[in-house]
């Protein structure tokens, strides 16, 4: 048995957000943002359920997660595998959008409800060593969270080191599925008991997949193989052209040493490789 890896955009988005499974998406909210009792996330409305897309559109389409609940608040999930810098500024740049985009010309601001963002990223982005940490917008003096219509939760993957013995909650479970799944070949008995992971690894079993859809996450897979190479291959080059800027300054700044010292200007140019007019 061959499992998706949850982390690829295409099956992240057909594991939470298929609209035939949204109970999957539930127990992921619930566990990501520790509701409990009255606050427990119960229904979902998903404001773009999972289609398999065309290959033109993904080269500008971001597969991310929208939904509400009944209350109104808007959820937006995002997994994220690439670092492409500022990613705390896009999260600010969807919910704020998210939130304005609640509220035709005209209306009430009291009909604003919660926004929450929820980003998974593939890599560090925080100083702190918890894969999970939550933001809010808290008074500096009282500590208070007195403006609570945005708050921000983010998962770096690259912090969870724990293993399948390891996993004591839901929150857990969730997040080694998104690591791990596709390293597995069966289901493990930690999930069994459990209906929404029952659910998500059949969705991620690919030999039940069309072939559009294994179409689609190979595509997706391949672009980030080659924007990953590409990434690497500016980092060496980059690295290279350092060294070798460092080094033709590290010449100029020695051949002008020699030149106080009373050593001739033609015979140091010469010794050191580089031109008379570079020495200056």
Not at 56 to 66: G, S
Not at 120 to 136: E, G, P, T, V, W
């Amino acid at each position: 048995m061959q499992f998706a890896d949850p982390k690829n955009d295409l099956a992240f988005k057909k594991i939470f957000g298929n609209d035939k499974h949204k109970n999957i998406l539930i127990s992921f909210l619930n566990s990501i943002l520790d509701f409990k009792e009255e606050y427990l996330i119960k229904d979902v409305a998903l404001a773009n359920p999972y289609q398999v897309p065309k290959i033109p559109e993904l080269k500008e389409t971001i597969l991310d997660i929208k939904a509400t609940n009944k209350k109104g608040d808007t959820f937006i999930v995002e997994m994220q595998k690439k670092d492409l810098g500022d990613f705390t500024k896009r999260s600010l740049y969807y919910t704020s959008k998210a939130y304005v985009a609640q509220l035709p010309k005209g209306q009430d601001y009291t009909l604003l409800k919660k926004v929450y963002f929820i980003g998974i990223l593939n890599f560090n982005i925080f100083a702190n060593k918890s894969y999970i940490s939550r933001h809010l917008i808290i008074n500096q003096e009282t500590n208070t969270q007195d403006l609570d219509d945005f708050e921000f939760s983010f998962i770096e993957l690259p912090k969870f080191k724990k293993d399948l013995d390891s996993l004591h909650t839901l929150l857990d479970k969730w997040i080694y599925f998104l690591k791990h799944a596709n390293d597995l070949t069966m289901i493990p008995k930690q999930y069994q008991d459990n209906q929404e992971f029952k659910e998500a690894f059949d969705i991620a079993t690919q030999t039940v997949w069309d072939k559009k859809e294994l179409e689609i996450y190979e595509y997706i897979a391949l672009k980030e193989f080659d924007e990953l190479n590409a990434l690497r291959t500016a980092e060496r080059k980059g690295i290279k052209k350092g060294i070798e800027q460092g080094i033709e300054k590290g010449k100029i700044e020695s051949a002008k040493i020699m030149i106080d010292m009373g050593l001739d200007l033609t015979e140091v140019a010469k010794k050191l490789n580089i031109s008379l007019e570079d020495i200056g």
